[in-house]
Nanobody, 118 residues
Framework: VQLQAFGGGLVQAGGSRRLSCAAS????????FGWYRQAPGKQRELVAT???????NYADSVKGRFAISRDYAKNTVYLQMSRLKPEDKAVYYC?????????????WGQGTLVTVSS
């Protein structure tokens, strides 16, 4: 499984940005996609996850502002970010969790930088 994230850039506070994550390879057994982020000097943290079945999960800090979605036809996962704040500045990573009969795998995209100016 390969993940390619893109869509980062410079955004003004209060603005919006959409990140995309294109998945390729053996994605039929992917049971969840997600977005994580890592701000300078901080640990990587969960932003949102979208399972193949089940409930979408958001970090409290982005609830009501961010929305994760999945386009099955395009094998792409999106993160629509609205009302961005300077503290949202981070490198955003796309994530996929795969469950196979003998083990589980985690995959990460290369990261895309989102900078929010105040």
């Amino acid at each position: 499984v390969q993940l390619q994230a893109f869509g980062g850039g410079l955004v003004q506070a209060g603005g919006s940005r959409r990140l995309s994550c294109a998945a390729s390879g053996s994605i039929s057994s992917i049971n969840a996609f997600g977005w994580y982020r890592q701000a300078p000097g901080k640990q990587r943290e969960l932003v949102a996850t979208i399972p193949s079945s089940g409930i979408i999960n958001y970090a409290d800090s982005v609830k009501g502002r961010f929305a994760i979605s999945r386009d099955y036809a395009k094998n792409t996962v999106y993160l629509q970010m609205s009302r961005l704040k300077p503290e949202d500045k981070a490198v955003y990573y796309c994530y996929a969790h795969q469950t196979l009969p003998v083990r589980e795998y985690e995959y990460w995209g290369q990261g895309t930088l989102v900078t929010v100016s105040s």
